[in-house]
């Protein structure tokens, strides 16, 4: 069981910039992180993941709303996985959220296995990022 807490959500005008971070309970090194977010009356929506630490690089996905603006990355020092957010506009405003997938799951998985919610394990409770226009 891992358990997931994020931080860093807040409130900023459009062009700004937040880092959210998403500390885990236990090592997290064989996990695959992803974060999600949902704004108020739509669906959760992918926003970006990080493979796990099985291969000699990390890969790397992004939704094409956010790609260019946000970078994902971890420290599996530090069990923590971060979302570097630029540039920020109106329609980033939503709840943030990180997910957990096992590395028994995800295997060496395309993009396309990271961008579906029902593939993570493990949820935070998410934190609120509002941008101002």
């Known amino acids: 069981q891992v358990q997931l807490v994020e931080s860093g959500g807040g409130l900023v005008q459009a062009g700004d910039s937040l880092r959210l971070s998403c500390a885990a309970s236990?090592?997290?090194?064989?996990?695959?992180m992803g974060w999600f977010r949902q704004a108020p009356g739509r669906e959760r929506e992918f926003v970006a993941a990080?493979?796990?630490?099985?291969?000699?690089?990390?890969?790397?996905y992004y939704a094409d709303s956010v790609k260019g603006r946000f970078t994902i990355s971890r420290d599996n020092a530090k069990n923590t996985v971060y979302l570097q957010m630029n540039s920020l506009k109106s329609e980033d405003t939503a709840v943030y959220s990180c997910?957990?997938?096992?590395?028994?799951?995800?295997?060496?998985?395309?993009?396309?296995?990271?961008?579906?919610?029902?593939?993570?394990?493990?949820w935070g409770q998410g934190t609120q990022v509002t941008v101002s226009s």
């Open positions: 997910a957990a997938s096992r590395a028994s799951r995800v295997g060496y998985s395309g993009r396309n296995y990271y961008t579906r919610s029902d593939n993570y394990d493990y």
């Open positions: 236990a090592p997290f090194g064989s996990y695959a």
């Open positions: 990080i493979s796990w630490s099985g291969g000699s690089v990390y890969y790397t």
